[in-house]
């Protein structure tokens, strides 16, 4: 059922095929908002975008490699012929990586780790800055983990990833305020039972750990009922 609380408001998601970012799509599409969800598995965004329309919602797939920045930019022209602003921009895809010491990092992997979970949000943010900045309410949204601000053994590489995307972010935001309505904001979901905490946790139940809805559900709460920039948040329910 929609509610309408987003109506005519376009959003983007990253990572949206499945887990954490499959849900927030769905709960954006849920209030109305059209959804362009981004993800490399076709198949997956396929599936997400068949259950936002069976519920009603509105969707558009759009299969592409972030660490590609000229897929970024051939996609921001294009959803730019479409329409006139972007509205929610939500960066959300990441790699975890390895977990091992800092002296064990292997230089090619924590290079591909900073270029997904950092390189990628800064182009993404590079290519819809104008549409972003044509939006009469445009929020930022991006999905960190508690070892961005406070470090563990082992976690090094994806840590030192988040604390650089959330610096990124909260800097875009800084420098947006002023001239634009654009707000950010930082969302740290906790532990959830996705297919990257699984890798992380593998010994863990995930039916003793939150589920995705419950984030999607919380991400678009906090959108509906708005928030200061430089908001940041984590989801304990």
């Known amino acids: ?20 970012g499959a849900a927030i799509a769905e709960s954006l599409a849920s209030r109305g908002a059209h959804v362009v969800l981004v993800g490399r598995t ?13 519920a009603g919602g509105s969707a558009t797939i759009a299969p592409l490699d972030l660490v ?9 022209a294009a959803i730019a012929g479409c329409w006139k602003a972007l509205d929610i ?13 800092v002296a ?27 549409l972003l900045k044509g939006s009469d309410r445009a929020r930022v949204l991006a999905v960190t983990s508690s070892v961005g601000r406070n470090p563990r053994a082992y976690w090094a590489g994806y840590g030192a990833s988040k604390a650089a995307m959330e610096t990124l972010v909260e800097c875009y935001g800084l420098e947006s305020q002023a001239i634009s309505s654009i707000r950010t904001a930082i969302v740290d979901p906790g532990a959830v039972a996705t297919a990257m905490r699984a890798k992380a946790f593998p010994g863990e139940d995930p039916e003793t750990i939150k589920q995705p809805v419950v984030v999607g559900d919380a991400v678009a709460k906090l959108i509906v009922d708005d928030f200061e920039n430089g908001t940041r948040i984590r989801i304990n329910a």
Do not use: C, W, Y
């Open 42 to 54: 076709v198949g997956g965004l396929e599936e997400v975008e068949e259950r936002i329309h069976k």
């Open 1 to 20: 059922m929609i509610d309408n609380s987003l109506a005519d408001r376009l959003a983007l998601v990253t990572g949206a095929s499945r887990g954490i």
């Open 89 to 101: 921009l939500v960066l959300n895809a990441a790699i975890l990586g390895s977990l091992t010491p």
């Open 104 to 130: 064990a990092l292997d230089a090619k992997e924590f290079g591909r780790v900073l270029t997904l979970n950092v390189g990628s949000q800064a182009a993404l943010i590079a290519a819809f800055d104008s």
């Open 68 to 76: 590609d920045g000229d897929s970024i930019d051939r996609l921001a």
